[in-house]
Every structure is written in structure tokens, then in C-alpha cells.
């Protein structure tokens, strides 16, 4: 490992800061019988942290575990693809007896699963290619039920269910196989809190009262200054616990950006020397170049109200009053209830969040971007 800030996803146990509470409340709710929903604003740590729980020794040595992202999915279809696919993943290492095993019970599928040169099967991405989703759903949930292990299933972006199209219920159907599952728990992860709250609090939703819900919070500050302090030491390298402090500060505590500018800190301290608050400033010039395409493919596919909308809370850092005229007029910004609706679009996504003192966007590297690239002054 030449750079101990990991960026793009779970490296282990030493790259990973914390969530020791959070782990233990989520592997004693999952492995007595709970569902849990695993709520909070994007980047700040939900799929790590699942992935954490599954490579910890009494969930690995014991259970099957399935990490299924649906945020790509728009059909029960894909929903189903997703899950299979998964479940064939994740079975590969245990063998050919149990993934047989699941090839025979899931039978529906079995037109879609390809072997490679090595004997190894895995389902077919093509679109549209599963006809009977209910009953490849339903053949899915027998295996689980049949295992000769418990399971674990994360259904990671669940929020992303309810945008699928048609009169397909599967929010209902899914419910109802969980429920009927013993041998199986489930986590469902989301990011857009109104979503995942809806789905989970309103009496009139299937899945309502069914789980326990779980708010993951920031990393406390504390906690991960000297989790960075650490990590340079073990390198030979001297973090000044105030630039974590900075970091922290600049990124509201959001896990993935302060990763970003710690693994570009790390890299540009020499082993032996010091890192101290002055080379921050062109870390983040560094990181926001590195950047520039992502946002600028952000901001393209906004739709036009809610990009100047956001680019003007941008400009401005925090906003107490986005309906205001002189907020308005110094954006050229239309009218108040069309800046309302762009707000709840933004709020929605996570563009944007709600602070002490107003509305300010929620990825600081992306406003400063916007400030800087878009010459706004
Ligand atoms: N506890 C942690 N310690 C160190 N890095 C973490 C931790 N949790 C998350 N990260 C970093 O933050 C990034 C975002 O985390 P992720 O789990 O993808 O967030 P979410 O699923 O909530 O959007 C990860 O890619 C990883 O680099
Ligand atoms: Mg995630």
C-alpha cells in the first residue's frame, strides 16, 4: 500500500477509521434476527462500513454475505440481475458445490449464467434478458432460505427502488419474501434520507415498522485526527494534528473528501518531513484539478433551474434566504417558487444541505470548484 488514504473503497481493518460502535450495534442487530436501515448523507462512510461488518472474522467464518448495489437499476429486472449477480459473486470462492447448489434452485436463471474457460459461472448483464423477475426473485430467496449457511444481504442505494417505473410492486414483493425469510437478515443502505425515511416510517409503505433504523454519523473529529496522525508515523512522515483539524473543519467531517485531501497531503509530504497547515491551499487546487471533469459532467446533467440554483449557493458559501430578491437578482435567478423547487431537487440529491445558517453545498471541493472555474467572484 503506497498511500494509506484509501479513497475508493475498503482496503481493511487498518485503513479504516473507527466505527467500532457502529459495527458491533450492526453485526448484533443483524445476527439476532434484525433488519436495518442504514441512513445517512452521501460519502460519509455506509458501504465501508458494511463491507467492515462483512470481513469481520464471526460474519465472514459464519455466513454467506451479499453486497448488492442498486443505485445503476431502474427495473425489477436489474433488480434482479443485481441480486444474482451478486449471490454468484459472492458464492465463487465457496466452491462449485454450493454454487451449484444455487444454480439449481435458481433455475429461471440458468439460461443467463455463462462459464468462463475455468468452469466458473457468472449471470449475464444483458438487459431485458430476465423474463420472469418475480420467479427468479422468488427461486433467489428459496437458495437463501436453503443455504446451508444464514445470509446476510446488503441492499446498498435502496433508496433507488422507488424510482422504478411500471406497476411492478417490488417494494411489496420484496417485502413479503423478507419476512417470510428465516434463514436471511438484511441491511438496506440509503443516502436520500426523505426516500428512506418515507419508505420506513409511513404506515401506508410495505416496509414500514420492519426494520431498525440507523443514522451513521461523521467520524468525530478527535477520532480521525488521530487516525491521520497515525498513519503518516507508520510511513515516517509528521502530520501536524491541526491540518487534520483544518481538513475536518473545511469538509464538514464528510468521510470521503477528507480521505481525498489527506491522500494527496500524504503523498506530497517527504518521508521524514512535516506536514503543516500551509501546503492545504494547493492540495485542494491539486485535488480540484484532478476533479474537473466530474464536475463539470455534474453540473451538465443538472437540470438548468437547479444548476444556477446551485451554482449561485455555491458562489455564495451559505444561503439563509434562497427565495430573497437580492439573492435572486445577483444570480439572475427566476422566480421564488421555481428557486424553491430547484432547492428541493438539490436537497434531494444531496447537491446541497441544510446548515446552521442556510443552505451551502454539500461537496465543499465541488463548490470551490464551481467558484474558481466558473470565475465567479
Ligand atoms: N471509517 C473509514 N475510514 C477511512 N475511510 C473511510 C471510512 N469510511 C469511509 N471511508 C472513505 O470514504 C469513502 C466514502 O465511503 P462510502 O462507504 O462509499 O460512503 P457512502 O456509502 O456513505 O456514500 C470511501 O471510499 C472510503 O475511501
Ligand atoms: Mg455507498
Redesign the pocket.
Known amino acids: 500500500m503506497n498511500n494509506p488514504f484509501?479513497?475508493?473503497?475498503y482496503a481493511g481493518e487498518h485503513?479504516?477509521?473507527?466505527?467500532v460502535d457502529e459495527t458491533h450495534r450492526l453485526i448484533d442487530l443483524l445476527t439476532n434476527g434484525n433488519n436495518v436501515a442504514l441512513i445517512?448523507p452521501?460519502?460519509?462512510?455506509?458501504?465501508?462500513?458494511i463491507r467492515h461488518c462483512f470481513a469481520q472474522p464471526q460474519v465472514k467464518e459464519n455466513y454467506y454475505t451479499f453486497l448488492i448495489d442498486i443505485y445503476a437499476t431502474s427495473s425489477v429486472q436489474d433488480f434482479v440481475n443485481a441480486l444474482g449477480r451478486s449471490v454468484i459473486d459472492a458464492l465463487r470462492p465457496f466452491g462449485k458445490k454450493v454454487l451449484q447448489h444455487f444454480l439449481d434452485v435458481v433455475s429461471s436463471l440458468r439460461s443467463d449464467v455463462t462459464f468462463d474457460v475455468f468452469g466458473q459461472p457468472s449471470l449475464g448483464v444483458s438487459i431485458g434478458s430476465i423474463d420472469r423477475p418475480e420467479t427468479s426473485l422468488e427461486e433467489i430467496f428459496r437458495f437463501l432460505e436453503d443455504a446451508d449457511r444464514p445470509c446476510l444481504v446488503a441492499i446498498d442505494e435502496f433508496q433507488q427502488i422507488d424510482t422504478y417505473g411500471g406497476n411492478s410492486n417490488v417494494e411489496a414483493l420484496l417485502r413479503t419474501h423478507i419476512q417470510r425469510c428465516q434463514n436471511a437478515n438484511f441491511v438496506f443502505?440509503g443516502?436520500q434520507r426523505h426516500l428512506m425515511d418515507k419508505m420506513f416510517t409511513s404506515p401506508s409503505r410495505p416496509f414500514y415498522q420492519s426494520v431498525t433504523l440507523m443514522n451513521l454519523r461523521p467520524?468525530l473529529l478527535d477520532v480521525y485526527c488521530d487516525f491521520a496522525v497515525g498513519l503518516f508515523a507508520e510511513e515516517g512522515k509528521t502530520l501536524q494534528p491541526e491540518v487534520a483539524r483544518v481538513v475536518y473543519q473545511d469538509f464538514n467531517g464528510v468521510?470521503?473528501y477528507m480521505?481525498r485531501l489527506m491522500n494527496v497531503l500524504f503523498m506530497r509530504t517527504p518521508q521524514g518531513e512535516v506536514c503543516s497547515i500551509d501546503m492545504i491551499a494547493s492540495a485542494i487546487d491539486y485535488t480540484l484539478d484532478m476533479a474537473s471533469d466530474t464536475y463539470e459532467a455534474l453540473l451538465r446533467q443538472m437540470p438548468e433551474k437547479q444548476r444556477n440554483v446551485f451554482v449561485a449557493i455555491a458562489a455564495e458559501g451559505e444561503v439563509a434566504n434562497v427565495t430573497s430578491g437580492s439573492f435572486a437578482r445577483k444570480y439572475h435567478l427566476a422566480s421564488a417558487s421555481s428557486v424553491n423547487s430547484a432547492v428541493k431537487g438539490l436537497l434531494a440529491k444531496d447537491f446541497i444541505t441544510q446548515g446552521k445558517n442556510g443552505y451551502q453545498a454539500y461537496d465543499k471541493l465541488f463548490a470551490l470548484w464551481v467558484k474558481r472555474y466558473m470565475n465567479i467572484r
Open positions: 484509501v479513497t475508493n473503497g485503513y479504516f477509521c473507527d466505527r445517512s452521501r460519502r460519509l462512510g455506509k458501504t465501508d462500513l443502505a443516502s467520524l468521510t470521503a480521505q
